[in-house]
């Protein structure tokens, strides 16, 4: 099997936020190391940038070095940084669906995708997606996928995303949750390269419930659950009372940990590394990556914007491709 060329797609985003500054300001950084090619109308990219259009992205490879490879695709509306023009809706959407394209077609070795706005997608062309990680699995033809955030410092996996607290017990099932581990655990060998994922689970309640005191759950079906995949050889452990699972002993112990909703897993990333975490999609027949923020209108234009996720995430799309 003849490998991609090791050449990221990166889409271009919401073009009124800070993807495209942050696009520049990683290519600066990386341009020797980590070639990819970004997608998007270049009348969005800051004044000056020096770009070379390409029409594939091995052609990356050959001008990266001397300037930004880019694959135009023009927009309809105008750009004023921190307001979003729905007009520019169809062409964000695009720049998805080539990215995705060109790395199906094995012209590219991974997905990165800069920030979104949702709103803009729904008001410009009615996109009918929670968000990105929705459209991809689509897109790829696959019904579930896990969205895992990820630094130097720890892996951890959202059961449940974006819904309410309240719904989060309703929606959180032992089918889901196997679904998740499994998937988990996939992504972790294929994708990482970890032969035995050791997986670490969190309790949905506080302190895993304290023997039913503080909820059922736990002892209704999680514990069961975790039993019957660890004698399907799976290593897992738990359910763990979140707050004893995320400090520097507790991370020793395990490659991944999956928590049962958004806040239980985002928290502790975010306090331990704000800036260099990323969003990675597990599940899907591609890698794909983004930097863990969005679009950052308040800031938009202004310079001051860190690109420090989006250049983890582009290393990491890198480090997953050789792993592949």
Known sequence: MTRPPQVIALSCGEPAGIGPEIAVAAWSRLRDTCPFVWIGDPRHLPAGTEVTEVTAPEQA?????????????????AVTQGTADPRNAAGVIRAIETAVALV????????????????????????????????????????????????AQLRVVP?????????????LSPDLLREVITLTAEGLTRQFGIAAPRIAIAGLNPHAGEGG????????????????????????????PADTLFHAA??????????????????PIKTLDFDKGVNVTLGLPFIRTSPDH???????????????????????????????
């Open 104 to 151: 199906t077609a094995g012209q590219a070795s991974a997905v990165c995708t800069a920030p979104i706005h949702k709103k803009a997608l729904i008001d410009g062309a009615g996109f009918a997606y929670p968000g990105h990680t929705e459209f991809l699995a689509t897109l790829a033809g696959v019904e579930r996928v896990v969205m895992m955030l990820a630094s």
């Open 294 to 324: 969005g679009t950052a209108f308040d800031i938009a234009g202004q310079g001051i914007a860190s690109p420090s996720s989006l250049i983890e995430a582009l290393k990491l799309a890198q480090t997953m491709a050789t792993s592949a």
């Open 250 to 267: 507790a991370r020793s112990r395990y490659d991944a940990a999956i928590a049962m909703y958004h806040d239980q897993a985002l928290i």
């Open 213 to 240: 005191a503080m909820g059922q759950e736990e002892l209704d079906w999680m514990t069961g659950l975790i039993t019957d995949l660890q004698a399907q050889g799976h290593l897992l452990t738990g359910p763990h």
């Open 61 to 77: 490879l050959a001008v990266s070095k001397n300037s930004l490879p880019i694959l135009p695709i023009p927009f309809d509306g």
């Open 159 to 171: 059961a449940t995303i974006h819904i309410p607290l309240r719904e989060v017990a309703h929606v």
